[in-house]
């Protein structure tokens, strides 16, 4: 089982960034996707989350508006569109996947600064 994310790096405030996640080793469209990130000295927390058929989203009252969670289960792939970005967004952004069991990605560094 892989969760692979990409797409982080360094952007200015008010920018955008769109991260990747790619699911290899699991049947990708009977999980539930979220993308979750942790901030220097801060907790793991909930950004987004989608079901297994892309029908129904979630998310975080911070990213509501500028976020985006979608997902391509032809590509075993969920993806993140992040605009307006903030400092307050600077975060590893990690990836996981959930249905009998959970699993994470390693996360990819997401850094807004002007």
């Known amino acids: 089982v892989q969760l692979v994310e990409s797409g982080g790096g360094l952007v200015q405030p008010g920018g955008s960034l769109r991260l990747s996640c790619a699911a290899s080793?699991?049947?990708?469209?009977?999980?539930?996707m979220s993308w979750y990130r942790q901030g220097p000295g801060k907790e793991r927390e909930l950004v987004a989350g989608?079901?297994?058929?892309?029908?129904?989203?979630n998310y975080a009252d911070p990213v509501k508006g500028r976020f985006t969670i979608s997902r391509d289960n032809a590509k075993n792939t969920v993806y993140l569109q992040m605009n307006s970005l903030k400092p307050e967004d600077t975060a590893v952004y990690y990836c996981?996947?959930?249905?009998?069991?959970?699993?994470w990605g390693q996360g990819t560094q997401v850094t807004v600064s002007s």
């Open positions: 080793g699991f049947t990708f469209s009977r999980y539930h």
């Open positions: 989608i079901s297994s058929s892309g029908g129904s989203t």
């Open positions: 996981s996947a959930r249905f009998l069991t959970l699993y």
